[in-house]
């Protein structure tokens, strides 16, 4: 038998998840906007290679603060489909149910703390 967590109790993280997304989303095209990549006028502009270093650097540093965004809206709409299909809080390797002290710092962890360490002990070696 494997223990759920209530929907009532559920609610209030599923409506945080969905501000946190939507702060990502406004994020995500605000930095578009600064990207220097974007500006059309740019194609024109024979620019200095100081510039063109500049613009560059601006752009890798948009594509990368996006890349960041990216992840964080995948973890979150993974997290809100298991809230959906019953399975929020429930370990995705062993089965067990994730400590509430642990989904409260990481709302979207979706293995226990043990499953965690073993999963970052392999990917170090």
Same mark, same amino acid.
């Given at each position: ?11 209030? $993280? ?7 997304? %939507?702060? !990502?989303?406004?994020?995500? *095209?605000? &930095? ?29 540093? $948009? ?7 990216? %992840?964080? !809206?995948?973890?979150?709409? *993974?997290? &809100? ?45």
């Amino acid at each position: 038998m494997q223990i759920k967590f209530p929907r009532n109790l559920l609610k209030p $993280v599923e409506n945080f998840l969905k501000q946190k997304e %939507k702060k !990502l989303l406004s994020q995500k *095209k605000e &930095l578009e906007k600064e990207d220097p990549f974007s500006n059309v006028d740019r194609i024109n502009d024979n620019a200095a290679v100081d510039a063109e270093a500049a613009e560059e650097s601006g752009h890798e540093r $948009v594509s990368a603060l996006k890349g960041e965004i990216d %992840k964080a !809206l995948i973890e979150i709409r *993974k997290t &809100l489909t298991r809230i959906r299909i019953g399975k929020y809080g429930i370990c995705e390797n062993c089965g067990k149910m994730i400590d509430t002290d642990r989904l409260a710092i990481k709302p979207t962890a979706n293995s226990c703390i043990k499953c965690q360490i073993k999963k970052s002990e392999k990917n170090s070696k």
